[in-house]
């Protein structure tokens, strides 16, 4: 994950003003937040609503990341959110804390939030001068307490990281009782995010797009051919012209990049991996 947020940083949304306008309030519900989530339009006007959320809450900062876990490519392809100064984030990409990130390593692994507390915890025994770096660093220029939540999707990882200005017992009560609702409205975030991913360059065509997404649910070449007015020929022409546009070595292999460059729908709602025909 070395390069992850070299791939990401043009992408990120370094503002930590609200709009004037703002239609948050900090007497909405739950429910009423997932509402406005789901009504923005843009992946600008959704990372300007998820801040806005952020400081309706007595929040300050938050840092989202995405990453799908089938994409295997040196620079794996993400997606990024968070209204962090933006001398952070450069900080974080110059000394390459994406390598080693203890917030990203609990989140891929683990399904509860976590406290900072909790995190530096369970890293005393990391010897590692760069992960001590990381803690330092985070605790002298940006926050002296967060939480980290995992978020697990069909498809991709991603971790939000919710962050106050302060360290005093006021902000630490406003982050554990936010955390639940927070927890359900980066999921939210999670859907979002996905709904406004851009294509990779190397587009499939229609054709090959539909014969991988019969792969993707399971399906073996002669069943695609069977269930569907393609002919045979045209599906395995598609599969090996597909494997060869994506890099792939194998079908297994083809349905994970194409979903990681997201040329296929992520949310797969009868994805399945462990066909022994791939």
Partial sequence: ?????????????????????SNINNTDSVHELLKKIDNTCSEDELKQTF???????????????????????????????????????????????????????????????????????????NTTPVVKDFFDDLHNKVTDFYYAVPIHGRCCSATLILAVDKDTPMKRKILHDNIADMSLLGHKLYDKMHQFSKPHAKKLSKTEAQVIKHLATGKTPQEIIRSTNILEGTVYYCISSAKKKLGAKTR???????????????????MRMDNKNL
């Fill in 1 to 21: 994950l070395s390069n992850i947020l070299g791939t990401s940083i043009d992408n990120i949304l370094a503002n930590n003003t609200t709009n004037n306008h």
């Fill in 51 to 125: 801040a806005e959320i952020i400081l309706s809450k007595g929040m300050n900062y938050y840092f989202y990341k995405q990453i799908f876990r089938g994409d295997l490519s040196e620079k794996p392809l993400i997606r990024t959110s968070t209204n962090l100064p933006q001398s952070w984030i450069e900080e974080y990409k110059q000394k390459k804390y994406a390598s080693i990130d203890p917030t990203w390593d609990y989140s891929v692994n683990n399904n509860m939030p976590i406290s900072s507390d909790e995190l530096y915890t369970r890293n005393t025994h």
């Fill in 252 to 270: 297994e292999e083809l349905i994970l990049l194409a979903g990681a460059s997201n040329l296929l729908p992520h949310n797969f709602s009868l």
